[in-house]
């Protein structure tokens, strides 16, 4: 048991790792090798610094916020209740940055009379934004919110049937989201000048997204092996199954 515990332990660990590394490969690349003669974050459309907070927001959002989200309530030796509340707030988080973002992004093309919608990573972006917050919303309904109707047996065992769909939806969303992180660095890079095609400011995107995809394998694989302990329960989806079971006998 303790040998497992420390596995996942360390599963965790590395995807926490990736994500954080990204992050700080994001922020170099922003402030240091964008390829455009502004760099850094900023308030000027003009410049182009408004800009840089959409991939930071972004990246914070996804990379580092939904990551912690789905191993929240599997990684940390706490409560379920604990763990469902810190899985609730760090996907809370994650869906305002993300809104915020992309208000942002909107911002900076209308200021700059660009299209908005014309590419495939702004596409990916909306479904993802708006995947995201119907998961969110939808989480609530069913996992915090007690339905007048239902007495308490009936609640659990709404629960428990939502417990599959919840987490293939997430993760399908949370997958999703990696991807259109990684469409958005391609689609920077694509607009970097330099003619040298091994320049630092396009080396780096390379490596960003080598990091979000090695983010996302460890995630995936961490949320698919059980981490079951004996005698105890693996989630709070697991704990709620329990409850319902424990009633019907």
């Known amino acids: 048991t303790w040998c497992r515990m420390s596995w996942a332990v360390a599963r965790a660990g590395l ?9 700080i490969l994001l922020l170099v690349w922003v402030q240091k090798h964008c390829g455009d003669p502004h760099c850094g974050v900023g308030t000027s459309s003009e410049r182009g610094t408004l800009f840089y907070w959409h991939p930071v927001l972004m990246v914070l959002a996804i990379v580092l916020l939904l990551s912690e989200g789905v191993l929240s309530y599997k990684s940390l030796p706490l409560k379920y209740a604990t763990n469902r509340m810190g899985h609730f707030l760090v996907h809370l988080s994650a869906v305002v940055l993300a809104w915020i973002g992309f208000i942002i992004i909107l911002k900076y093309h ?8 014309a590419s495939v990573h702004s596409w990916m972006g909306m479904f993802t934004l708006v995947a995201s917050t119907l998961h969110l919303l939808v989480g609530i309904w069913v996992f915090a919110l007690k339905s ?9 065992r709404r629960r428990v049937r939502f417990k599959g769909p919840h987490r293939f939806y997430g993760l399908s969303v949370y997958c999703l989201a990696l991807a259109t992180v990684c469409v958005g660095a391609m689609d920077k890079q694509s607009l970097i000048t330099d003619p040298d095609s091994y320049a630092t400011s396009k080396k780096m995107a390379n490596v960003f997204a080598l990091f979000v995809i090695f983010t996302g394998i ?7 092996i059980p981490n079951r302990k004996r005698g105890g329960t693996n989630t709070f989806l697991d704990a709620e199954a329990s409850q319902c079971r424990n009633k019907r006998a």
């Open 15 to 23: 995807a926490r790792i990736f994500a954080l590394v990204a992050f």
């Open 110 to 117: 209308n200021d700059n009379n660009f299209d908005n919608f």
């Open 148 to 156: 007048p109707e239902l007495d308490h047996d009936e609640e659990l």
């Open 218 to 224: 460890v995630v995936c694989g961490h949320f698919a």
